[in-house]
């Protein structure tokens, strides 16, 4: 169901094909007639899979995507309809844009933005729709969405890649791309017990829930065996993803009780952010035909693993030259040294922008727990090729040692060369091979923002190498000087150790300098500091405007999802859980007077003690849960965003965590049939 090369080449004349492949594959200007000549056979092709409408399929500030559908009728004379679709209707479209997200680029009255066919994304069918991939802007032309500066990103590292291969000698390469692949973790749960959960349907976690009797200590669900209804619901999740050209590779369990994690098959940046985002949008439809839900939240359970997705990262040439692998000669090896040393940098320089490209009220409970890497950014590059660095750097010859084949005491067993570098999952940003794994991205995020700012830095990075070495007398001299003064300058950013321990925050923020921003208010409004514009405006991947309204979306986006969920925790607690706690101690003192009444002698005083404290935490329920009403009605009167994100972090979060506390305690003393909510017990293991 995708309008991929293959369908593009029988369907589309000869020249119109040469024609967009060279649009495509150099950036090449589009002509009209080649437009109409495609905008025919893609229409052609659509209603030959069964699609009566289309839609430009974009992606806004929102997280999500976006798609108004048209018809592709249109009247006859003769009262009739016929079937149409231009080469105008397929290069530009126009929704309304005045309830998107703008932060302040223009005013709500001023409804008109446009949407522009990305031919670099291929069109594909999803239920009778033709989606045709666009970016989407303003009237004045702001970028209103996260392709646009993504396609932005991707020109800039292709531009300055090919000038360091031009460099090295290298004419035929016509085009750098980068190339990801995002592993996507998820939880399933069941719909029934979904749909008892107030904070679920409005937040997509668990405001509230005391501990399970078993959790994930046993690691017994981590690549366990996959439970029949899982498993149907996967084979399902797999062929509609590869209608729609998402090569779904590897599924499995993951550690957490109900988690499970989703591996698609690289390709280029641009395709697999829409893939991504398609990924999670048919992941929730399937799970619903299954009688499930698919929870994308990062943190939707207290106490368990949180979900992320591992955005893994690499750059090729159009000649299919992965820039990350080591050559055979010295001249290959300089090059993927100097690539290497180009990333390093990327990373030191611009660790600030990396965090915010993660930054969500989401990826706050995830970030520096056990299953994940921590606020601070730092690189893993492996005991080889750290060694490999230290000798550049302090001009000795690098004495390492063949691949040495693993002992593994079977001889019925194959033998095979050991990996040189063990993998790191304590750590952010990981070097596997040929390619980088970015491991903080959050599950429910669009990879859009992080591929952004790793394209852009490592674009800096070449360029500042580039500007340096076409003026160098002597190449090989100036190669060898730029490769061991970047070592020397930004090797603090390495560390191959476990990035869970409390002794490498200290030492990475107290001795190395690193950042640690803990929080989302912490770190996005560095979005504006002035390296940060000068860098991404230098390379034209945003304009100081549009940074600035980013700044104020995320910040806006923090607010308002921290409110949302202190507003159901005081809804949850004052309709359901405060009358479950006092129905409860009634039903038991009234027991106890019974039983006493009955009998004087009794004492009854493992009922007196529970109704005691099920009344202490009634009053202390309610006198928390109207203390984070007031807190939360005061934010209010705060007009500046950046003001209201630190309030909410300095105080609505802690009067949340006090709510929580005194009602799952409550939960844990008070009867199952009196409890309105399903236990995480039930929500953990109720799929089989």
């Not at 019974?594 to 935490?617: H, I, M, N």
């Amino acid at each position: 169901m995708v309008f991929d090369d293959r369908a593009m080449k029988a369907v589309l004349p000869a020249d119109v094909y040469r024609s967009l492949k060279k649009t495509i594959d150099e950036g090449a200007k589009l002509d009209i007639g080649v437009a109409n000549a495609v905008a025919s056979a893609m229409k052609d092709w659509a209603v030959a899979h069964g699609a009566t409408h289309y839609t430009h399929w974009f992606q806004p500030l929102t997280g999500i995507t976006a798609e108004k559908h048209d018809s592709f009728i249109s009247p006859s004379p003769d009262g009739g309809v016929i079937m149409e679709f231009s080469g105008k209707e397929l290069i530009k479209g126009e929704p309304d844009a005045s309830s998107f997200p703008s932060g302040g680029l223009r005013a709500t009255f001023e409804a008109r933005g446009y949407t522009a066919w990305d031919p670099t994304s291929y069109a594909f069918i999803k239920e009778n729709t033709l989606c045709i991939p666009t970016a989407f802007c303003s009237y004045s032309g702001e970028a209103l969405d996260k392709k646009t500066p993504l396609l932005r990103s991707m020109e800039a590292i292709n531009r300055q890649a090919l000038r360091i291969l031009r460099l090295f000698g290298n004419d035929t390469v016509k085009c750098v791309r980068t190339s990801v692949g995002a592993e996507q973790e998820y939880f399933l749960i069941t719909k029934e017990m979904h749909d008892r959960r107030p904070d679920l349907l409005f937040s997509g976690r668990t405001l509230f829930g005391a501990k399970s009797p078993k959790g994930q200590e046993m690691d017994d669900h981590y690549f366990g065996a996959i439970k029949p209804r899982v498993e149907a619901y996967m084979k399902d999740l797999n062929r509609e993803l590869w209608k729609l050209g998402i090569l779904a590779k590897t599924e499995h369990n993951e550690v957490a009780p109900a988690q499970h994690e989703l591996a698609p098959i690289y390709t280029t940046t641009n395709i697999a952010t829409d893939n991504n985002q398609l990924m999670m949008e048919v992941m929730q439809k399937v799970a619903a035909k299954h009688g499930l839900v698919c929870l994308l939240h990062e943190k939707p359970f207290e106490g368990v693993n949180g979900s992320g997705k591992h955005n893994n990262w690499s750059i090729a040439t159009d000649t299919g030259v992965n820039l990350l692998s080591p050559g055979e000669t010295p001249h290959e090896n300089a090059q993927f040294l100097l690539f290497l040393c180009a990333v390093i940098k990327a990373v030191d320089d611009y660790q600030d922008l990396l965090r915010i490209s993660v930054a969500t009220a989401g990826n706050d409970h995830r970030l520096g727990a056990n299953e994940a890497p921590p606020a601070v950014v730092s690189m893993f590059l492996g005991d080889e090729l750290s060694a490999i660095l230290d000798a550049i750097e302090a001009d000795v010859p690098y004495n390492g040692t063949e691949k040495k084949q693993m002992r593994l005491g079977v001889d019925v067993l194959p033998k095979f060369n050991r990996d040189t570098t063990d993998r790191n999952r304590t750590s952010p940003f990981a070097f596997t091979g040929n390619k980088f794994e970015f491991r903080m991205v959050g599950s429910a995020d669009s990879i859009a923002c992080a591929n952004i700012m790793l394209n852009s830095a490592v674009a800096e990075s070449l360029k500042s190498y580039a500007d340096r070495l076409e003026g160098a007398e002597d190449f090989d001299t100036a190669i060898r000087e730029l490769i061991k003064k970047t070592i020397k300058d930004h090797k603090k950013i390495i560390f191959n150790g476990n990035g869970y321990d409390d002794a490498w925050i200290k030492e990475a923020t107290e001795e190395r300098g690193l950042l640690n921003y803990r929080t989302t208010p912490d770190c996005i409004p560095h979005l504006v500091d002035e390296k940060n514009v000068k860098m991404l405006t230098a390379h034209h991947v945003y304009t100081e405007t549009e940074l600035k309204a980013r700044c104020e979306i995320l910040l806006e986006n923090y607010c308002k999802t921290i409110v949302i969920e202190a507003n159901t925790m005081v809804t949850m607690a004052k309709t359901q859980i405060l009358p479950a706690v006092d129905d409860y101690a009634a039903d038991v003192a009234a027991a106890a007077a019974t039983k006493q009444a009955f009998d004087e002698t009794l004492t009854c005083g493992r009922e007196k003690k529970l109704v005691r404290r099920l009344s202490e935490l009634a009053d202390l329920i309610d006198e928390r849960t109207e203390e984070l009403k007031t807190a939360t009605a005061a934010l209010g009167g705060i007009e500046d965003m950046k003001e209201e994100a630190e309030a909410i972090r300095d105080g609505i979060l802690a009067k949340m965590e006090a709510l929580r506390a005194a009602c799952d305690e409550a939960e844990t003393i008070t009867a199952k049939e009196y409890w309105p909510y399903p236990s995480y017990g039930e929500l953990l293991f109720s799929v089989r």
